[in-house]
């Protein structure tokens, strides 16, 4: 994950290197585009042209009301476009500093689109205050998880040159030097290899872990370094885009919350327990407000219809109400509540087959017959089973996801299928097989031909996307939305066995309650790996533990196994 700080270091040594050329690098690239166009590469020079200007599909708009120099953010006339769509229209965004937030809203409503605009600077954001934007994990390399935590010391550097430059000023630098010299300190380089490493330790990795290469480790302990990253460089402002995605643990203490709805950001103070219940009280409170407006002013334009051409008193009276009214509407009328889409998915009925359905026999599997991840696995799956499978990131959850698919074959033992069983499964890379310039609806007509529109139109409608988002290129969708796709396409096979491997990912709190009623209602089997407590509690019946070369069921709700954890970690109350 790059910086802010590492994007400005780029740019600056970019600008330097250009004004060192100056008009000779100028005429050479001028030269340079010319032959392309000759050479009838006008496709790509005009590719090249636009990375240059760093075009993108947002468009984001904004006045900083705050002091230039305070810590503190406050935007206001916020607007932001993606694709010619309006996600905010004319909001406010304020950001205290040591402040933490949630960012809240249905899928495709433009969080992470907010998100990568505050990343990007593409709202006046005051220069001293740095930015890193976490929303993926780091990438698979031959550097040690260690090495790639200290690597972004970069930014220290980068300080140090700014603090130099600052003490050079007249005024000598002020506040602003005072802040630099306090961030140094705190990244000081002779102990930074030591900060790294208690991170890394808090976040689970060991000494020996320390060590291991990036690549070999899984898309959750990857996501662990890129987090260790982010909180060794300290940033003014820390962006986190699903940081939990991949991860084992699913608490995060957030105290106020920015909720998008409506084309508007609105601040509610309190963890999401709090939200919900303020929220509620608030749109109860205004739906009250708004009917009690809508029928005075039904009663006075009744009223002003049938005597405002009475006799002189009434006509007085009507003229009074009309002016009443006009005041109310000057004043500004309560709106309407508008409450969130309800999502209903629905997969379809498979009917039963007689058990045993999936059996692991003995089953042992490693990836190398030295280093075994199952021994001796015995144990089966039917349709009436609803297994959530937990333990730690690495222990195999999705390994024993793919043995039952058979995309992976046991060293010993067998794993028996019923001859009739389809097996549909869901994880996370599914999502690259989607065509980003096709629709859903295209999609769904490629994967499955022969069908006629109507019915395909049907199938993507019963996992959340209508009208437009069915036939709009799936670069303009959400990744929640992309995932409702993927969904669709996976519900068309009318699984008899679901396998879900980290389904919340991307989803919104009210599409992952509206999946969960879907799969209560769903007779076919079930087998879930994820990270959200909250989905495990709603959907599964049994808690079967990943962990040292086993799978053992655990004698209680996934509530149960949560605190287990805590005390275990020694965060019990």
Same mark, same amino acid.
């Given at each position: 994950m790059v910086s802010d700080a590492s994007k400005k270091k780029a740019a600056q040594k970019k600008a330097a290197a250009a004004a060192k050329r100056g008009g000779k690098a100028a005429a050479a690239a001028a030269s340079s585009k010319a032959a392309a166009a000759e050479n009838g590469n006008k496709v790509d020079s005009l590719a090249s042209g636009v990375a240059d200007l760093q075009i993108? =599909?947002?468009t984001c708009t904004g006045v900083l009301c705050s002091h230039p120099l305070s810590r503190d953010i406050r935007i206001e006339s916020l607007s932001l476009t993606f694709h010619g769509h309006d996600l905010i229209v004319d909001s406010e965004l304020e950001l205290n500093y040591g402040r933490? @937030?949630?960012?809240?809203?249905?899928?495709?409503c433009g969080k992470s689109t907010l998100l990568a605009a505050i990343g990007c600077r593409e709202l006046p954001i005051p220069e001293h205050m740095d930015i890193y934007h976490l929303s993926r994990e780091i990438e698979a390399s031959d550097m040690s998880s260690l090495e790639a935590v200290i690597s972004c010391d970069e930014e220290r550097l980068k300080l140090e040159k700014e603090a130099e430059a600052l003490a050079g000023q007249e005024d000598g630098g002020g506040e602003q030097l005072d802040r630099l010299y306090e961030r140094l300190e705190a990244m000081d380089a002779a102990t930074a290899e030591k900060r790294a490493a208690e991170i890394l330790f808090g976040l689970g990795f060991n000494k020996k872990m320390q060590e291991k290469k990036t690549k070999d480790f899984s898309g959750g302990w990857r996501m662990r370094i890129a987090l260790a990253r982010a909180l060794f460089m300290n940033p003014t402002v820390l962006l986190l885009d699903e940081p939990t995605n991949h991860l084992g643990f699913s608490e995060w203490s957030l105290y106020q919350h920015h909720h998008m709805q409506n084309k508007k950001l609105k601040l509610y103070t309190g963890? @999401? =327990?709090?939200y919900v219940q303020t929220r509620s009280e608030l749109e109860e409170n205004q739906m009250k407000q708004y009917k009690w407006e809508q029928e005075q002013i039904a009663s006075m +334009?009744? @009223?002003?219809?049938?005597?405002?051409?009475?006799?002189? +008193?009434?006509?007085r009276q009507a003229q009074s109400k009309e002016k009443t009214l006009a005041k109310m509407e000057r004043g500004g009328l309560t709106e309407k509540v508008v409450r969130d889409k309800v999502l209903v998915f629905r997969f379809h009925d498979v009917g039963k087959l007689p058990p045993p359905v999936l059996q692991f026999v003995e089953v042992t599997f490693g990836y190398t017959p030295e280093n075994l991840i199952y021994k001796n696995l015995d144990f089966g799956v039917d349709l009436d089973s609803r297994v959530a499978l937990v333990g730690p990131n690495g222990a195999g959850k999705s390994t024993l996801l793919k043995l039952m698919t058979g995309d992976l074959v046991p060293l010993d033992g067998m794993v028996r299928r019923h001859n009739h069983l389809r097996i549909a499964q869901f994880h996370q890379h599914l999502t690259e097989k989607l065509d980003m310039e096709m629709s859903a609806l295209q999609f769904m007509l490629k994967e499955y031909p022969g069908n006629e529109e109507e019915k395909m139109r049907a199938a993507v409608g019963k996992f959340g996307l209508s009208g437009k988002a069915q036939v709009m290129p799936m670069k303009n969708l959400s =990744?929640?939305?992309r995932s409702r796709v993927i969904f669709a396409w996976l519900a068309w096979r009318q699984p008899h066995m679901l396998l879900l491997d980290e389904p919340t990912n991307h989803l919104d709190i009210e599409t992952i309650d509206s999946?969960?009623?879907?799969?209560n209602e769903w007779d076919g089997g079930l087998v879930l790996v994820s990270h959200d407590f909250r989905l495990i509690n709603q959907v599964a019946q049994e808690i079967w533990v990943c962990?040292?070369?086993?799978?053992?069921r655990w004698e209680g709700g996934i509530m149960d196994f949560k605190e287990h954890l805590k005390a275990k970690a020694g965060l019990s109350n």
């Amino acid at each position: 994950m790059v910086s802010d700080a590492s994007k400005k270091k780029a740019a600056q040594k970019k600008a330097a290197a250009a004004a060192k050329r100056g008009g000779k690098a100028a005429a050479a690239a001028a030269s340079s585009k010319a032959a392309a166009a000759e050479n009838g590469n006008k496709v790509d020079s005009l590719a090249s042209g636009v990375a240059d200007l760093q075009i993108s =599909d947002r468009t984001c708009t904004g006045v900083l009301c705050s002091h230039p120099l305070s810590r503190d953010i406050r935007i206001e006339s916020l607007s932001l476009t993606f694709h010619g769509h309006d996600l905010i229209v004319d909001s406010e965004l304020e950001l205290n500093y040591g402040r933490r @937030y949630g960012l809240l809203g249905l899928n495709g409503c433009g969080k992470s689109t907010l998100l990568a605009a505050i990343g990007c600077r593409e709202l006046p954001i005051p220069e001293h205050m740095d930015i890193y934007h976490l929303s993926r994990e780091i990438e698979a390399s031959d550097m040690s998880s260690l090495e790639a935590v200290i690597s972004c010391d970069e930014e220290r550097l980068k300080l140090e040159k700014e603090a130099e430059a600052l003490a050079g000023q007249e005024d000598g630098g002020g506040e602003q030097l005072d802040r630099l010299y306090e961030r140094l300190e705190a990244m000081d380089a002779a102990t930074a290899e030591k900060r790294a490493a208690e991170i890394l330790f808090g976040l689970g990795f060991n000494k020996k872990m320390q060590e291991k290469k990036t690549k070999d480790f899984s898309g959750g302990w990857r996501m662990r370094i890129a987090l260790a990253r982010a909180l060794f460089m300290n940033p003014t402002v820390l962006l986190l885009d699903e940081p939990t995605n991949h991860l084992g643990f699913s608490e995060w203490s957030l105290y106020q919350h920015h909720h998008m709805q409506n084309k508007k950001l609105k601040l509610y103070t309190g963890n @999401y =327990d709090q939200y919900v219940q303020t929220r509620s009280e608030l749109e109860e409170n205004q739906m009250k407000q708004y009917k009690w407006e809508q029928e005075q002013i039904a009663s006075m +334009k009744e @009223y002003i219809a049938r005597f405002g051409h009475g006799s002189a +008193k009434l006509a007085r009276q009507a003229q009074s109400k009309e002016k009443t009214l006009a005041k109310m509407e000057r004043g500004g009328l309560t709106e309407k509540v508008v409450r969130d889409k309800v999502l209903v998915f629905r997969f379809h009925d498979v009917g039963k087959l007689p058990p045993p359905v999936l059996q692991f026999v003995e089953v042992t599997f490693g990836y190398t017959p030295e280093n075994l991840i199952y021994k001796n696995l015995d144990f089966g799956v039917d349709l009436d089973s609803r297994v959530a499978l937990v333990g730690p990131n690495g222990a195999g959850k999705s390994t024993l996801l793919k043995l039952m698919t058979g995309d992976l074959v046991p060293l010993d033992g067998m794993v028996r299928r019923h001859n009739h069983l389809r097996i549909a499964q869901f994880h996370q890379h599914l999502t690259e097989k989607l065509d980003m310039e096709m629709s859903a609806l295209q999609f769904m007509l490629k994967e499955y031909p022969g069908n006629e529109e109507e019915k395909m139109r049907a199938a993507v409608g019963k996992f959340g996307l209508s009208g437009k988002a069915q036939v709009m290129p799936m670069k303009n969708l959400s =990744d929640g939305q992309r995932s409702r796709v993927i969904f669709a396409w996976l519900a068309w096979r009318q699984p008899h066995m679901l396998l879900l491997d980290e389904p919340t990912n991307h989803l919104d709190i009210e599409t992952i309650d509206s999946l969960a009623e879907a799969l209560n209602e769903w007779d076919g089997g079930l087998v879930l790996v994820s990270h959200d407590f909250r989905l495990i509690n709603q959907v599964a019946q049994e808690i079967w533990v990943c962990e040292d070369q086993s799978v053992t069921r655990w004698e209680g709700g996934i509530m149960d196994f949560k605190e287990h954890l805590k005390a275990k970690a020694g965060l019990s109350n």
